[in-house]
Structures are given as C-alpha cells and as structure tokens.
T-cell receptor, first 115, second 113 residues
Framework: DAGVTQSPTHLIKTRGQQVTLRCSPK?????VSWYQQALGQGPQFIFQ???????QRGNFPDRFSGHQFPNYSSELNVNALLLGDSALYLC??????????????FGPGTRLTVT | GDSVTQMEGPVTLSEEAFLTINCTYT??????LFWYVQYPGEGLQLLLK?????DKGSNKGFEATYRKETTSFHLEKGSVQVSDSAVYFC????????????FGKGTRLHILP
C-alpha cells in the first residue's frame, strides 16, 4: 500500500514565477492538507481540501491556491514567488471521520528553492 | 490563538541516556496532542498521541502524558539510541471540524555513540 506521494522532490524557481506541486494521498483517504515548513521551523498549515472544496485555510495570502481532483489527489499552486516562499512543502492525507479522530499521514515533501 | 511551545535544541545526549523534551500548549477546549518525528531527508511520522487529559501515549520506548493542569505534554524515553537522532515536533489539533495541526518549532536531537 503506497503512502502519501509528492512530486517533484526538489524544485528551483526564480522570483515572480509560478509553481505547481502535486500530492497523491494514501489509498482510502479523501482529505488532503498542505503545510509549509521553513528551515528550522515547524510546519505551518496552508489549507485543506475535501470533496474538491477548500475546507479550511491558514494565514497564507491568495498567491497560494489549491485544487483537489475526483481521485482525491491535490495540487498546490503558488504565484508570484517570493524568496520567502523557499521551504519544504508537506502534503498530508486523512480520512475525514465524524469522530474527529482522523490521523493525518505525511508525504516526504517537496523542497522549493526560490532564487 | 492556539500555540505550542517546545524546548529549543539542539539537544545532545550520549547513547542510553534519559531523554526529556518539554512541550507546553495554549488552546481552548480539549485539544488532541501529538509528537511527530522527522528523520533526515524524510517527512513527518506520527510518534505518539493522546486525546484526553491524563492519557499516556507511547511508542518505540517513547511516552508522553497529557497534563491538562499544567498544559503540558513532555516527551520522555528511558534509554536513547543513536537511531533516535531526528527532529521532534510537539503538536495539537482540535479534531472534529477543525483538524489543522498546529506544530511547535521542533527540537533537534543528537545522540552520540
């Protein structure tokens, strides 16, 4: 059973460019969350997708947008890249349960460097 | 808003030493508490969790007890190994309809042979 997969592994972009990161959830999961982890910091919640809709959003500007597809995979898009967007971007998947006990499984991340 | 504060690292210990990594939280209501571990070059792995006061989470020799009176969830291990070298994150969620994870800044642990 494949876990959460992310692509690409590493990416180098120039300021002002746009980037798309991809995530495939663990088999059986229907919810995808994205986190940004700056160097030496803990991950920060960006947003979460469920049933192809953005369900929750953290404190990130509109330059950060996402999408979830019918097969539950997801994309994170960042426009007008800034140097400060350089970070490890983590995807986590879970199965949304009514009990709230929905453990999130993390992928290995995409390392984005903006120059 | 909700937050998690954990001891700054790096923490350097010799193999077989006793480990404590302190973690306190600020949150409304009754959050669930977690410790995640990040090995070099890898993503986050859930190490243990506790969902209500006085619960003890344990895994791989690590344990942490949910202390609501002191809003703490300290991570402990009786005898660390070189393979425990990693970054450890304390975290919380509220579950239910708001399950975004709020992480601490992480504590890097180095274990010397």
């Amino acid at each position: 059973d494949a876990g959460v997969t992310q692509s690409p592994t590493h990416l180098i972009k120039t300021r002002g460019q746009q980037v798309t990161l991809r995530c495939s959830p663990k088999s059986g999961h229907d919810t995808v969350s994205w986190y940004q982890q700056a160097l030496g910091q803990g991950p920060q919640f960006i947003f979460q997708y469920y049933e192809e809709e953005e369900r929750q959003r953290g404190n990130f500007p509109d330059r950060f947008s996402g999408h979830q597809f019918p097969n539950y995979s997801s994309e994170l898009n960042v426009n007008a890249l800034l140097l400060g967007d350089s970070a490890l971007y983590l995807c986590a998947s879970s199965l949304l349960l009514g009990t709230g006990e929905n453990e999130q499984y993390f992928g290995p991340g995409t390392r984005l460097t903006v120059t | 808003g909700d937050s998690v504060t954990q001891m700054e690292g790096p923490v350097t210990l010799s193999e077989e030493a006793f480990l404590t990594i302190n973690c306190t939280y600020t949150a409304t209501g009754y959050p669930s508490l977690f410790w995640y571990v990040q090995y070099p070059g890898e993503g986050l792995q859930l190490l243990l969790k506790a969902t209500k006061a006085d619960d003890k989470g344990s895994n791989k020799g690590f344990e942490a007890t949910y202390r609501k009176e002191t809003t703490s969830f300290h991570l402990e291990k009786g005898s660390v190994q070189v393979s425990d070298s990693a970054v450890y994150f304390c975290a919380l969620t509220h579950g239910n309809r708001d399950d975004k994870i709020i992480f601490g800044k992480g504590t890097r642990l180095h274990i010397l042979p």
